[in-house]
């Protein structure tokens, strides 16, 4: 623990301490001294533990999420090569014909949804149907900083 945070939580830490041992020979407590011991506490507590997240590496993604990511960049890839129309009901048979099983009607709306939502797909909408398909290079929003 050599970084700022586990500097400052052991400077912190000794300091309180030593302001405890001096505020035990007086026999005087005011509030402002037990508020100021507070303080000090709180923040050598907090510098503590931003000591210790910064010690602890980023995690990992899960891998059930790291393969929902594979799935949608699977099932993104085949929709841009078909160019007609998706609909969960064809995705969940999708699932069932490229190697995901147990995948139904409800994962398949919720993957349609996450690649529409990130740009990537596009939703129709008409009378009595909804459907997707692949967004064209063109039609993609493009994230821009300002």
């Known amino acids: 623990m050599t970084t700022r945070a586990a500097i400052a939580a052991e400077v ?9 041992s001096r505020l035990a020979v007086t026999t005087h407590k005011t509030v402002s001294k037990n508020t ?16 210790k997240t910064e010690a602890t590496p980023a995690a990992a993604p899960s891998p059930a999420f790291a393969a929902d990511t594979a799935r949608r960049a699977h099932l993104l890839a085949d929709m841009a090569k078909d160019d007609s129309h998706w609909k969960s009901g064809r995705v969940a ?15 398949a709306r919720h993957d349609l949804a996450v690649l529409r939502d ?24 493009e994230v821009t900083s300002r």
């Open 36 to 51: 100021v011991l507070r303080f000090l506490r709180l923040e050598a507590s907090a510098a503590r533990e931003a000591a």
């Open 93 to 107: 048979r999708w699932y069932e014909a490229n190697s995901y099983p147990g995948l139904g009607v409800r994962a």
């Open 12 to 20: 912190l830490t000794d300091l309180t301490a030593k302001l405890e």
């Open 118 to 141: 990130s740009g990537a797909i596009t939703q129709h909408d008409e009378k009595g149907v909804r459907f997707f398909t692949a967004s064209r290079p063109s039609t993609r929003t």
